[in-house]
């Protein structure tokens, strides 16, 4: 649990950092430049580790999901706002029960109880009084990017091959998935400031290298279903850490959600 709370962490100071420097970076540049960038960063380790025997098409099955699950989320913020493409996303936990109860896999009370907590929570933290903007296309990207990252968190759970080897995998099928928008941008990335491309290193560092690697080595040992609803973290991380990095107030309300999501994290790791 530790290393997939540590992930949660470091989103949520991505997030809390987010709307300081990335607003002028729209989402076909910012994505194929996150995934190149980490791919680039994450190669040496081609030479030094192996990939698991029989893992290569549950590896390329985890790059997919993550390509999907980074480009949705900031198609769906883009289209709706950072609180709703947030929200949608981690409604994840809520489709794995989904998929388990229907599939007539046991899920616990408890569990079941734990992750309505933290949905309720999560809408509660990021919604404010107005309600979250329902646009069609954006709520349509949004839930592309929950049903992503459910489909990351189960293709990786006990995963056996190194996890950073396996992030440089998953993020070598978003480089070449991407790389058509990379291209046919490059105008926009040649005209990116140097204080744009040190936002976009920060979240290759620490928006997408250290906190997927430890997500990626803490859901080989948890189930998908516990490691997304600890990943549940990330808004209350970033709704604290906004405090004194955004000069961002806390409400009763955002209070109570983000108490609602620590209550269900608890519950849902039973």
Same mark, same amino acid.
């Given at each position: 649990? %530790? ?20 607003? $002028? ?12 960038? =980490? ?11 192996? @990939? ?10 985890? /790059? ?17 706002? @950072?609180? +709703? ?14 998929? =388990?109860?229907?599939? /007539?896999?046991?899920?616990?009370? !408890? %569990?079941?109880?734990?992750? =309505? ?15 979250? =903007? ?10 592309? $990017? ?11 759970? *006990? ?6 080897? /396996?992030?440089?995998? %998953?993020?070598?099928?978003? +480089?070449?998935? +991407? ?5 046919? *941008? ?18 290759? @560092?620490?928006? +997408? @290298? ?16 516990? $490691? ?16 004194? !990095? ?6 009763? *309300? ?7 999501? !620590? ?8």
């Amino acid at each position: 649990m %530790a290393y997939v709370l540590a992930a949660a962490l470091l989103w949520g100071l991505g997030g809390a950092l987010a709307g300081r420097f990335m607003a $002028a970076i729209p989402p076909g540049v910012l994505v194929p430049l996150r995934f190149s960038l =980490a791919f680039l960063l994450l190669l040496p380790l081609w030479f030094r580790d192996r @990939v698991a025997p029989g893992e290569g098409g549950r590896l390329l099955m985890v /790059g997919l999901a993550l390509a999907g699950a980074q480009g949705f989320y900031y198609l769906a913020i883009h289209a709706t706002s @950072v609180a +709703t493409g947030i929200f949608l996303q981690y409604l994840a936990p809520g489709l794995l029960v989904l998929v =388990a109860l229907l599939s /007539g896999r046991p899920v616990p009370p !408890l %569990a079941r109880l734990g992750v =309505a907590l933290a949905l309720v929570g999560a809408y509660l933290l990021l919604m404010g009084p107005g309600g979250p =903007a329902w646009r069609p296309v954006g709520v349509a990207y949004g839930l592309g $990017a929950a049903v992503s990252f459910a489909a990351y968190a189960a293709w990786a759970h *006990r995963l056996r091959t190194p996890p950073l080897l /396996g992030l440089a995998a %998953a993020t070598g099928v978003g +480089t070449l998935l +991407t790389l058509p928008l990379l291209v046919g *941008r490059w105008a926009e990335v040649r005209a990116l400031g140097a204080g744009d491309w040190g936002a976009v290193l920060f979240l290759v @560092v620490f928006g +997408t @290298v250290l906190p997927f690697g430890l997500f990626l080595l803490g859901v080989r040992q948890m189930p998908p279903r516990v $490691a997304t609803l600890v990943a549940m973290v990330e808004p209350v991380a970033g709704a604290l850490l906004a405090v004194p !990095l955004a000069g961002e107030p806390l409400s009763l *309300r955002a209070l109570l959600g983000g108490g609602l999501i !620590l209550l269900g994290v608890v519950l849902g790791r039973r």
